[in-house]
Nanobody, 121 residues
Framework: QVQLVESGGGLVQPGGSLRLSCAASGSIFSINAMGWYRQAPGNERELVARITTGGSTNYADSVKGRFTVSRDNAKNTVYLQMNSLKPEDTAVYYC???????????????WGQGTQVTVSS
């Protein structure tokens, strides 16, 4: 059983910072890319940031220069450092991992349960 467990969401004022964490656990053979998506009410889920095993990253244009994605491969953990937060960053943030469990021959997408980030004064 593979699980992705997120932490670090909450309420923050505009201009503030938050750091999200997501740890993958269970019977994992390998992990490819990990990343973060978000979904605001009435909107589709969108990519925020993604990082490969080798450290290559890509970001949504709306967060470039403000958010930083990183990972600790030894801990199967991905982080999202969010600075200069804006009210439009308010959403449920979901962790995503493209990983291969031991009992599968290929990799597949796994999702965390989501963590609420609210940016408001």
């Amino acid at each position: 059983q593979v699980q992705l467990v997120e932490s670090g969401g909450g309420l923050v004022q505009p201009g503030g910072s938050l750091r999200l964490s997501c740890a993958a656990s269970g019977s994992i053979f390998s992990i490819n890319a990990m990343g973060w998506y978000r979904q605001a009410p009435g909107n589709e889920r969108e990519l925020v940031a993604r990082i490969t095993t080798g450290g290559s990253t890509n970001y949504a244009d709306s967060v470039k220069g403000r958010f930083t994605v990183s990972r600790d491969n030894a801990k199967n953990t991905v982080y999202l450092q969010m600075n200069s937060l804006k009210p439009e960053d308010t959403a449920v943030y979901y962790c995503n991992a493209d990983l291969r469990p031991y009992d599968y021959s290929d990799s597949r997408d796994y999702w965390g349960q989501g963590t609420q980030v609210t940016v408001s004064s």
